[in-house]
């Protein structure tokens, strides 16, 4: 059997999103800058991509910008929002400490150039409240960023009352919403959400395709310098393939939200029960403010990287955690976040479901993963001394 269960590394193309990239390669490629007819078509296109999307996320199309991923909507928001800050004197900026590295990489940039940076703590079952946010905002605050759901743990942040609250005190909110947009449903203005980030390689559309929706009045801070595209906010010849795969991506993936939830939750908690059979495992983030797709599990006394490999032996994709971090060998920062132990953090698994998964995949990876779960800690050392009484038990 193969069965990839990392749709939060990445996702496997739709045939709807594969699809309506072809007509942008093949015969309307022209440039959207250019005056005649095929440069038109696909400022048209363009255009059209621009109000799908908006409408998916309940915004104007004007508040709408392409981009290359999520990564650089992410960057975008940050200095903006950083540019915007420093205008007014206010250079105190408020996050999380499990932030995808996105947005922690570019904190640690804003703190070389003079900002100071709050990451609020997780709790354990990886959630931040909304009078954490309030009691963290100052009167220099410029920016609270908070992600809507984690790419690890799967925890869904409270994003609607974390943007009440910023909102009533007058404070820039953004969430990187990359897990959560195509999985949950998610809408700016009810949500209270003044920029977010998206990416479309998340919910079964292209790589290097992403969305900064920024609300009208909040001005842009270029990342990319050049020519005039995105109204002057994003330089370089758009991607249209992309972003008409990403468009359509999106609506599919939105229209589908509620009429897939239930099978995939059910295969979620088949999953979770399955596996936390085996002794001394737990799992990590809130069981049920978590994305319908997502399992992430500790064992005590084995190492994620062996586990991994044992289980790709077994024709089944899986991760330790971020994609970013597996090849280091330190632990996720997203689990000593929510307080586990270097030791336990570093024996976890993330199975991170798409749609199409069957009750019969699920068992395959519950008996695979306890048979490997077995074999590891038959050999390790760390093992025998938590047996033999000479090690605590963390979990
Ligand atoms: C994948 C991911 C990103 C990065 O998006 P890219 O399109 O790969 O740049 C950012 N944030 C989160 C939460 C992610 O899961």
Same mark, same amino acid.
């Given at each position: 059997m193969q069965i990839y269960v990392d749709n939060a590394a990445t996702t496997k193309m739709s045939d709807v999103a594969i699809n309506a990239m072809i007509p942008y390669m093949k015969?309307?490629?022209?440039?959207?800058?250019?005056? #005649?007819t095929i440069g038109q078509k696909a400022m048209e296109a363009l255009t059209d991509a621009r109000e799908r999307v908006a409408k998916v996320l309940g915004c104007e199309p004007r508040e709408i910008l392409f981009t290359s991923g999520g990564s650089e909507a992410d960057n975008q928001a940050l200095m903006s929002a950083a540019a915007l800050g420093e205008k007014n004197g206010k250079k105190h900026i408020i996050s999380t400490a499990f932030e995808h590295h996105a947005i922690l990489h570019t904190l640690k940039k804003l703190e070389k150039m003079g900002f100071e940076v709050e990451l609020l703590d997780v709790h354990e079952n990886g959630l931040v409240t909304p009078e954490q946010v309030a009691a963290a905002i100052r009167p220099d605050t410029c920016l609270v960023t908070i992600m #809507?759901?984690?790419?690890?743990?799967g925890t869904i942040q409270p994003i609607r009352e974390i943007g009440a609250v910023c909102r009533e005190k007058k404070v820039l909110f953004h969430t990187d919403a990359v897990q959560a947009v195509g999985h949950i449903p998610v809408n700016v203005k009810d949500d209270n959400i003044d920029m977010l980030s998206l990416s479309a390689h998340k919910f079964h559309g292209p790589k290097g395709c992403g969305v900064l929706y920024f609300r009208k009045g909040i001005r842009l801070t270029n990342i990319i310098e050049g020519g005039a595209q995105e109204r002057g906010k994003r330089a370089g010849t758009e991607n249209v393939p992309g972003i008409m795969s990403m468009t359509a991506a999106l609506e599919d993936a939105v229209a589908h939200i509620d009429t897939n939830k239930d099978h995939l939750l059910a295969m979620r908690d088949r999953l979770i029960d399955g596996i936390l059979e085996i002794p001394h495992s737990i799992l990590n983030g809130d069981r049920t403010s978590r994305l319908p797709g997502n399992v992430n599990i500790c064992f005590e006394g084995i190492e994620g990287e062996s586990l991994l490999l044992l289980l790709d032996d077994k024709g089944i994709s899986a991760s330790s955690g971020s994609a970013c971090t597996s090849g280091s060998l330190d632990p996720s920062h997203v689990l000593l976040a929510i307080g586990r132990p270097h030791e336990v953090a570093h024996g976890s698994l993330r199975l991170s479901l798409s749609d199409d998964i069957t009750a019969e995949e699920v068992d395959y990876i519950i008996a695979s993963v306890k048979e490997v779960v077995e074999l590891l800690r038959g050999i390790s050392p760390v093992w025998r001394d938590l047996m033999a009484g000479k090690k605590e038990f963390h979990i």
């Open positions: 015969e309307c490629y022209g440039n959207p800058s250019s005056l #005649y #809507y759901a984690n790419n690890e743990i």
